[in-house]
């Protein structure tokens, strides 16, 4: 019986730990945003760099499917149009953004490197 409730307690350990709030960055990339959460995380998907036509920051991050994900806190060393990076982030998402047709797709860099 120990041996279960044990278990039990690591797995609501697990649920809890789950990171779900948004960086002070990406707030400030869509401030006229509300109720915005996190939607799914992306770990090294291959982009290419465009600087031009992002929404608050100037840059989108163009997916091998030709998506265009925005760019939000895009480290400076990877400003550069036409440079092939793979980032891990996450995409945003509302109530109201639901109902949109955005392009950019809200997108939060946490990390970067040349590919």
């Known amino acids: 019986m120990k041996h279960f409730i044990l278990a039990g307690v690591c797995m609501l350990s697990l649920l809890n730990c789950k990171e779900d709030k948004i960086s002070p960055a990406a707030l400030e990339c869509y401030y006229g945003f509300e109720g915005l959460t996190r939607g799914d995380y992306v770990v090294g998907a291959p982009v290419t760099v465009q600087l031009s036509g992002g929404l608050a920051v100037g840059s989108q991050l ?9 760019g939000c806190n895009l480290p400076k060393q990877f400003m550069q149009s036409g440079l092939a ?6 995409f945003l998402t509302s109530k ?8 950019p797709v809200p997108f939060v860099v946490t990390s970067a490197k040349p590919r």
């Open 85 to 90: 990076v793979y980032v891990t982030g996450y």
């Open 96 to 103: 109201t953004l639901e109902t949109m047709n955005l392009t």
């Open 62 to 70: 163009i997916a091998s499917n030709g998506v265009a994900w925005g």
